[in-house]
């Protein structure tokens, strides 16, 4: 420890001292004022407002019209001052620092700003024996649901026009950006859940493929979705086997016996992935980005046979062996009970379809009784599976650094 340079530096800031309260008149000075110094260190961390002070005392002063302000930083070489919000004193050391703990205010150097109970975003302003509170930015959280407290509080003070990055959730989008309007108030942003895969794209850094989750207001909750970057709609990836079969023989009428055939109509599809409509709540059957399918394909929900008859023949009565297998077992979403089958084709029957108690296994089988035909679903909307929902982290709840 250098002394003499020590000496020097207190000796400086008693003339500055002097100098100040010289100005000041007569202000007397407590002597616990000088043990409250800490000299040649500084706080660390970022600062809430800089000020250029003529004087270790005016740098003091400062602190006082303002409510946040709980400590400064002084550098008696340049006179900036620094006002931090925070009383945590993570000091280091700094050559021409100084430290103050502002417990208490010298209300006699604060003029008719003495007993100011401005907010803390504003200043207090000494107008002769008035005084007035300034607004200098923002502070604190704004009354929104759903927004992420901690960006709000990275910061004691938001200046004018400030942008609060991740303002929202994980999960949420602030619907304008989160900014410190210039009469203190935050902009009136509401947090917006993502309710589909073409939302990402309006915030920064949230395009990437994956699984995502979207609220679907309707349904009143959360469900996880497969966004492709390059697509605007998701699909719901499916776990178990979801197959679709008009089989590849025909049936004799008579003796049921099955021999090849092959026809437009007669195809096996398995899905891995079905698209999924979040608006309509519906699930769409003729996507087959993610599924594979062998001679022609077959619609999500369908199936069919054929047998070798005339259609002026009478019906015959052999099995209807097209067979459909929908399972959204640990989806999270199941196709709602009121979903029905039509036929198709030439002679189509809806075979027997069953439905497991939990709902998310449906089984059916279809076909024709005089040609190629069998069954399909008229529309397959969905709802959220009230016995299950997957992890929440098996997907994504997107963050939103800002809009774009
Ligand atoms: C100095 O610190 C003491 C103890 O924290 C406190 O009681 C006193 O008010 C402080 N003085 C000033 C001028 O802040
Ligand atoms: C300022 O306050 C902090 C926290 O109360 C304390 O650790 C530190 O010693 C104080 N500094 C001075 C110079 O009083
Ligand atoms: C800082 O201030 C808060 C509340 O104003 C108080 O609870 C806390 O004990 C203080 N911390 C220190 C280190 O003085
Ligand atoms: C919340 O804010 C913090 C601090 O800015 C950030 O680290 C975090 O990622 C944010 N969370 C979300 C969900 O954006
Ligand atoms: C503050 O300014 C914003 C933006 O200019 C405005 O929307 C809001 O209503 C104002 N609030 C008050 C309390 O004046
Ligand atoms: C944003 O995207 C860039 C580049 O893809 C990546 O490096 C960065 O980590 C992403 N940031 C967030 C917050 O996701
Ligand atoms: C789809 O691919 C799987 C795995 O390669 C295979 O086992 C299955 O038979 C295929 N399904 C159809 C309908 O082609
Ligand atoms: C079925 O019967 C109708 C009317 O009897 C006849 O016009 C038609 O040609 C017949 N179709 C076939 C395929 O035999
Ligand atoms: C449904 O029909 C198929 C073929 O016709 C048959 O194999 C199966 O046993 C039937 N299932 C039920 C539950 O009746
Ligand atoms: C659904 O899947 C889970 C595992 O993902 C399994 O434990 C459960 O038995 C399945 N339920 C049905 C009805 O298949
Ligand atoms: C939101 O803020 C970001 C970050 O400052 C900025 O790049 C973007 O243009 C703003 N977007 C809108 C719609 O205001």
Known sequence: ??????????VTVLAVFGIVVQVKGNVCLKPDFYQNLTIREKLIGEATIFYQARGLLDCYRQCGFYSLCQSVNYDVKTGQCELFASNESHTEYAVNGIVMNVTNRYGQLLGSCENHACSNNEVCQVEGKQHSCVVVGCHGNPDITNINITSFEAKSLWYFDEIVL????AGYHPSINATCSTNGTWSPFKCVPFARCNQRSVCENSSAEGEYWFYVRSLKSW??????STLS???ITLNEMNTFSTPAYKKDPDTCMQT??????????????????????????????FSNSTYNRQTFGRAGDCVDNDVNDTASDCELTGRFVINTNGTGIRIKSSVTWETWGVGGRVGNITRSQDGNLIEGYCGSVVGCGGCQPTALYFEADPNYTPPSDSATFIKCKALL
């Open 1 to 10: 420890m250098n002394s003499i340079s020590e000496i020097i530096l207190t």
């Open 166 to 169: 991740y303002a929202c959730e």
């Open 223 to 228: 469900i996880k979705s497969y966004c492709r």
């Open 233 to 235: 709609g998701g699909f």
């Open 260 to 289: 090849d055939f092959v026809a437009p109509d007669i195809g096996y599809t398995d899905f891995q992935r079905i698209r999924v409509n979040m608006v309509d709540k519906q699930l769409a059957v003729n996507l087959f980005l």
